[in-house]
DNA sequence: TCTTAATGTGTAACCGGTTACATATCAATA
DNA sequence: TATTGATATGTAACCGGTTACACATTAAGA
């Protein structure tokens, strides 16, 4: 790789020059410029991000601090992050957390000392201490980490409510719930917004973590416990995929005798037999708010703290039944 | 931060005593080591990394470059490679292409100016001719880019063979099969290897994309113009997950009437109704053994190009019948 | 014509590490 | 006692950029 030395020079120039051309900073004349351009497409000249990240103290790196890659809300939401910080020449660097704190600390040292610009973190350590004392742009998304931290998140409780009104105007009288691990302030939403709604009706409830495999015991437990229900909604599509499976093999009708609504809009729920209603997030509207919100933060563009919740929506496909008119 | 001065100074040595002691080089009494390990716990020293990088054109990173996180298959991957990498004190810049070619060339000279230490490809554009000029440790995952660049793939045309074997086993007559995309050496070989053993019996085959609306077209195509058939295999599970979605669909009982089995052993295999029968590739092991290689091919341990070819095994879920003894 | 501001360019310091090299001490060996 | 190798440590060059500063030239205004 050719260097800044060797451009100036092929252009006789000094390193100055060359710099001042690359940056478009300070003066330099046309003859000079066209000289440089020239040199840098002869040379293939590329700058050294490094150096430059020495002396800047700023990397064009974002840290996406994730609990778990493999949950597939979280690829969604990286696509996001990853385009748009893409776009304004961020690269993203990829932390998997696997619910270790541990591991979560080994990542925030190892991103300092990288001088990543800013983070994004989608963790489940709302309490871990370090974030405050970090000194570092960075948002929370999907999460709540704590006031004085940025967060973008979708309306849980416009969406638990949501749920539950649809489940009652497609004729539910009997609701039941599963909800997400109570240490999410944003998944524990959208259970005050399904309870609130759902009042008497509600059935039966029990909680359940996001791995496939609890939520399908969490769904057995339900279906011996508080049968029968004929509405459900699940705090989020994996958990829905749980319950729709067992339903099939108690040869339980969806959506006639039981309706279920997820929650997340992730591509699953089309692949479930009968495909899965849901409340959608904007998933990828939350990864690009939060992605950009960043870059004002690392570009001092705006530094109050702010909440950004964003809405979410029915989307129906065949687990519940077609609207009466 | 503390810089490697001020450790200096508050320890009373030199910067090039603190740097020996921080990388266990040279010669350092025992004395000196005491306060300058005092001195960095007291200040809470953490090298700057880029620094270092800029001296040793090393960076501890590494570029992970995919076509497409959203597809499940890779999450799992990147798990993998993620893990590991991280256990040797790598971290990895996330780079996902979208299949665009262009994207992938962007990314390739940003990851060369900030001096990624390696690459692992999981890419579709086997023809990119910037691999070859790129002279950096690679390794291609679950893909063949050219001879002479590592590859850590699994033994497709055995479970080719394996799901064949295993429809006939059971009692399968008519036999189908939807095949991925034809630019994907590594997929062609399931294909071959099924088509090989089914012989005959191999009644109908298409081929689809590996997105779940691609696949629905696709097998409805299929069962459009090749029912009856009782046997089928899908070149992966997001492709077998549609099968049996248009199965269930049309009233077709799995695995009573039609025999399913995908490739790949992604968690959304048990997620569908009934749960997938597949045939698994290692996916963590081959992400481990990728990562691995890399490390070596990077500290130069070992440099003849290999390819690694990991086997498969048939995990029974509920798309098959029970074996018949 | 003289002053002043705008334009153009190069030199060298700087970012924070690593390491080659010079230098010094000391014990072991000839 | 002189020589030698092991041990210990500091100075400064180096990695490849950016930019403060000094200096030169030219055009505009008084």
Redesign the pocket.
Known sequence: ????????KHA?????????V??K?????????EAVEKAISELN?????????????SSNLIGLIMPDITNPFFPQLARAIEDVANQHGYQVVLCNTDEQLEKEQTYLVALQ?MHVDGLIITTNHSHNPNYETLNLPMVALDRIVKAGIDAVISDGYEGGKLAANTLIQRGAMRLAHIAGPDHLKTVQRRTEGFVEVAGDRLVGMTESAFAFKDALKASQELFDHAWPFDGIFAANDVIAAAVLQEAVRRNIRVPEELQVIGYDGIELGEMTSPPLTTIVQPIYEMGRVATERLLDLIEKKDTRPKEMLLPVALLERQTTKRKER
């Open positions: 790789m050719a260097t800044i030395k060797q451009v100036a006789n120039v000094s390193v100055a020059t060359v710099s001042r690359m940056n900073s300070g003066y330099v004349s046309e003859e000079a410029k000249y590329a700058p050294n991000r490094v150096a430059r990240s020495l002396y800047k103290k000392t």
